[in-house]
C-alpha cells in the first residue's frame, strides 16, 4: 500500500510535464496570432470581358486627317471587324475628309487645282490587325478594364481628284471595354499612295487619327 502512494506523486509529474509543452506551445501560437494576424479588407473589382461574339462594328466619333501637301482636316467613317481569335482580326474600314488648299494653291496664288468635288476625298481598306498587348487599364483604382494594344496594317484605294490611288495602311491602335459588347478605341494610320497631281509622280506618307465607339455582336 505505501509503495501505490510513493507511485502518485511521480504519475503526477509525469502527467504535468506531459502537458506543460502542449500549453505553451498554445500560448505561444495565441501570441504570433496577435502580432501577424493580417487585416486584409478585400475590394471587389468587375473586370469587362469581351462576350463570345466576333463581329465588332466601329463608328468615328471624331478624327483628323493630314494629306501631305493638303493640310489637315476633319475625318469621318467607320469599321467592321471580325475577331479571328483572341489575337487576329480582319477589319474593313471605310473613311472620307475634304481636303484643304495645297501648299502650292497657298504660296503661288494661282488658280485653284481641284474643283470641290475633286477636293473630296474619301478611301477603303482590308486589313489585318494582331492585338500584340492585351492587359488591363485601371481607372480610379476601383475599375479594372481590358485593353488591348493593337497594330494593324492592309490595302486598299484612295479616290480624290478624279482618281483612284492604290492604298497601302499601317498603324496601331488601342481598345478599351467598357463592357462586355461596348469598347472605346484610338487609332492612328499612315495612308501611302501615289498621285501626280504636281505634275510627277510623288509618293505620299497620309497620316491619319480617329477616336471611335465600338460595339461588338
Known amino acids: ?7 502518485i506523486p511521480l504519475i503526477a509529474g509525469l502527467a ?8 505553451f506551445a498554445q500560448s505561444e501560437d495565441d501570441v504570433l496570432g496577435d502580432i501577424i494576424s493580417p487585416d486584409i479588407e478585400r475590394r471587389e473589382i468587375r473586370e469587362a470581358q469581351i462576350d463570345s461574339e466576333n463581329i465588332e462594328i466601329t463608328a468615328y466619333l471624331g478624327g483628323v ?27 474593313a474600314g471605310y473613311g472620307q475628309t475634304e481636303l484643304g488648299e495645297s501648299s502650292f494653291e497657298r504660296l503661288s496664288g494661282s488658280a485653284p487645282l481641284l474643283t470641290d468635288d475633286q477636293r473630296q476625298l474619301s478611301f477603303y481598306n482590308l486589313s489585318l490587325g494582331w492585338n500584340l498587348f492585351p492587359g488591363e487599364t485601371f481607372i480610379f483604382d476601383d475599375w479594372a478594364l481590358n485593353s ?3 497594330l494593324i496594317g492592309g490595302v486598299g484605294n484612295t479616290d480624290f481628284a ?26 492612328v494610320r499612315d495612308h501611302i499612295f ?22 461588338f455582336f
Not at 500500500?1 to 507511485?7: D, S
Not at 483612284?164 to 487609332?187: M, P
Open 16 to 23: 504535468l510535464s506531459a502537458a506543460t509543452p502542449s500549453v
Open 65 to 91: 486627317m493630314n494629306v501631305e501637301d493638303f493640310g489637315s482636316n476633319t475625318l469621318y467613317g467607320g469599321a467592321l471587324a471580325y475577331h479571328i481569335n483572341e489575337d487576329l482580326f480582319m477589319e
Open 148 to 150: 488591348s494594344l493593337y
Open 1 to 7: 500500500m505505501e509503495t501505490r502512494f510513493r507511485c
Open 162 to 187: 478624279d482618281e483612284d490611288h492604290f492604298t497601302y495602311n499601317v498603324g496601331a491602335g488601342v481598345r478599351v471595354l467598357a463592357n462586355d459588347w461596348l469598347s472605346v478605341r484610338l487609332d
Open 194 to 215: 501615289e498621285h501626280e497631281i504636281f505634275g510627277e509622280v510623288q509618293n505620299t506618307n497620309n497620316l491619319s487619327a480617329q477616336l471611335g465607339v465600338a460595339v
